[in-house]
């Protein structure tokens, strides 16, 4: 009765004072709120809280953690946490494919539960939420944009926008700009194309389609050898994109072409495959398109976080934008019209012949998969992935957690019209660092060997001169962003599977970060 | 410090701080239909397919390609919409029965049993072409076995650890052709695929940890990361230790001639050892 009394009155309370999400809040990175999936639109990953320090970081302790339990009806479920939960007014929305939960910031205590009945698709992950006032939306793996009052989890409705049946499966986190809902897709198994829509916040209405890859006529056709191929040619759109409110350009990197490992039937750079493009987010429009992997065929997406820096370029104030990319480039770009400024591998490579006139990587014939093997650096897992980068502007360091692996690739489809991956590899070897790169040349600042191992950890830097990651043996690590210099670490059960986030409530500072199947909750005490 | 690994060993601490991480995600569930991470439909009876096989290469393969990938005036029924919209002949029956005058395909009286194995037969393609982790690696025996010896006792240096007639006699019989080139690119633990345990080192690190104290401990490296460093000594008894000021760790990686060398293989230096190795039968 008590306790009835006492949900009554949190939900009066909330009611009073609102539990949505003030709209302007999603312009700049607040410290009482994470609206979106970076924080902010920027894809920094910089908090401006600085009550957590390199003073006091070494008195950080949990201060909450909650598990997620399935029970039994859970088994097969993937629950793995990679979304970068929201804090919006206290409370923190997050996701697993199928689930969502919203749980208090200040405690851990759940306050409810969705869960979504699948049609099937590929549960690797879900990467969260987007919110427009009062109203949450995530995907799932089977390609439903599901809409749910932020109060009470309670569905509002859902609409398909891919088929699981031709192997599509969604993973990204809904980005709101104004009223648009951009949603993104995945599924390479079986040579689909890509595209990228907005839907109506009320409705869940197709507001436009971009597709990623060229049809008949249209500019980027020559690019492709027929219309079946760049029909059927990928380029998914499955890790969130980030946006510049001044210019109206929403940013996102590609996916790679299909078939994946078996190129003889895409001849040709393949657009917009692997590219980092900058879309109008009202009509869909495509402003301009950097490639970063032409003719891919090494699995080498470009879907890692574009991230925005207004930085200086020769004394210069310019607005860039930068790319740690799966193939191993750093990519530094003009953000107004994606001219290439600088293309600078931040591990060793093996299969790139340097670059073209537009700073496009050159990739070596010689190093494409062959059905007896070839031995190349990066695994098909890449130099870096989906989890998230951080700038930090205090440094001036896009920091990155990198992979140098060797993997065997093999051609197993010598058709002249291959169809799915077309080929396999096999990782033979790999060594995780995280590195600090200087944006304005690309040279490694600093580089911090974790050892043998994959990597997947996301990064947080703050004003408080920290930087938030996780290492591959389980360590949640708070590192000196200026030197990589480890001020203070916890050992979790699981490794660091998400980008870790933080908020500032009642003067005290959280850091939240997803490891396994638990949220964890640290804070210094006063 | 001596008191500090005792109070641990006491404490029955051993199990926590040796423990690998979680994986990060529960293996799938075994036995759903045949079905697996990649394939989340059910797979078609194996004995259906074969009729269907039969069925479609008679009457669909000469346009559709034997194969269902597409001919020269029919198209690819792996890629297609409607095939994989299909449930047991739901959607391509009525295609079947009726033809698509408009494309120049006729009727095709088929049985509703055959439509079904037809269907069957197209699921399968579809899968065959979804699973990567069900590709057939083709011959990778290419290279100059020759070759591939005078790499192994010159630029190579694999004589210095290793023995045709010794450790690698009859190595041929142990492993097939890509187990092989994959093993000697480096025979260490591989990350564990999906669903699988993590391994265990198969091949013992040496490991001496020296402790501010200057006493050294020797054992076998079981754990290692900026923080900790664990090991079992020759009687088997595990110890662990921070790795603290004035502690050093001195790790003898048996693996680091395989890794050195991961940079300087050509593709053609690994073909044709592999091609060698093939020879020590």
Known sequence: MKLRRFVFLTLLATSLFGQGLDPAKLMKLSTDTWPTYNGDYSGRRFSPLARIDASNVTAMTLAWEYRINLGAAGEGDNASIKSTPLEVNGVLYFTIPDHAWAVDARTGRQLWHYKWETHGGIHIGNRGFGMYGDWLYFETPDNYLICLNAKDGTERWHVEIADVKQEYFSTPAPIVVRNHIIVGVG?????????????????????????????????GADTWPNQEAMEHGGGMTWVPGTYDPELNLYYLGTGNPNPVMAGQGRKGSNLWTCSIVALNPDTGKLAWYFQASPHDTHDWDAAQ?????????????????????????????????????????????????????????????????????????????????????????????????????????????????????????????????????????????????????????????????????????????????????????????????????TYELDGKQYLIVGAGDSLYAFTVLR | MKNVVAVIFAAGLIPLVAQPPRPAQAPPGPGRGGRNFLISRDVPDRAAVERGQKTFVARCGFCHGSNANGGESGPD?????????????????????????????????????????????????????????????????????????????????????????????????????????SRFIYPGPRRPRRGEEAQAPTIATPVTVTLAS????????????????????????YHSFERGTGVKVDVRDPLAAHEELLKKYSDEDMHNLVAYLETLK
């Open chain 1, 187 to 219: 599924g390479d198994s079986l040579d689909v194309p890509g595209y990228l829509e907005a839907r109506d916040p009320e409705t869940g209405q197709l507001q436009w389609r971009w597709n990623s890859t060229p049809r008949k006529g249209e500019f």
């Open chain 1, 305 to 501: 976080t574009p991230v925005l820096i207004d930085g200086q370029i020769n004394g210069q104030p310019r607005k860039l934008i930068a790319q740690a990319s799966r193939n191993g480039y750093f990519f530094l770009l003009d953000r107004t019209n994606g001219k290439n400024i600088l293309s600078k591998p931040f591990i060793d490579l093996n299969w790139s012949k340097g670059v073209d006139a537009k700073g496009q990587p050159i990739p070596d014939p010689a190093k494409e998969p062959h059905t007896d093997g070839t031995l190349v650096i990066p695994a098909s897992g890449g130099a870096s992935n989906w989890p998230p980068p951080s700038f930090d502007p205090e440094t001036g360091l896009l920091y990155v957690n990198s992979s140098s692996s060797y993997s065997l690739f093999y051609l197993t489809d010598t058709e002249d019209k291959p169809e799915g991956y077309g080929g396999r590899d096999s990782g033979v070897w790999s060594k995780v660092a995280l590195k600090a790169i200087d944006y304005k040349t690309g040279q490694i600042r600093w580089s911090h060997e974790y050892g043998r191992g994959g990597g997947g950890s996301g990064i947080l830097t703050t004003a408080g001169k920290l930087l938030f990651t996780g290492d591959p043996y389980g360590n949640f690590i708070a590192y000196d962003p200026a030197t990589g210099r480890s001020l203070w670490h916890t050992h979790l059960p699981a490794n660091v599977s998400n980008g870790p986030m």
């Open chain 2, 77 to 181: 029924l792996v890629r297609s919409v409607l095939a994989l919209d299909d449930e047991g002949g739901d959607k391509i029956g009525p295609v079947i029965r009726n033809g698509r005058a408009d494309k120049g395909m006729p009727a095709f009286p088929l049985s509703d049993d055959q439509i079904k194995d037809v269907a069957a037969f197209l699921r399968s393609r579809q899968q065959a072409a979804i699973d990567r982790n069900t590709y057939t690696i083709q011959n990778i025996v290419t290279g100059d076995a020759k070759k591939g010896q005078a790499y192994f006792n010159g630029a190579g240096r694999c004589n210095s650890c290793h023995s045709p007639t010794g450790d690698l006699a009859r190595v041929a019989t142990k492993y097939d052709p890509v187990a092989l080139q």
């Open chain 2, 214 to 237: 200057g006493q050294t401990i020797k054992g076998n490296l079981e754990y290692l990361d900026d923080f900790n460093v664990a090991l079992r000594d020759a009687s088997g008894d």
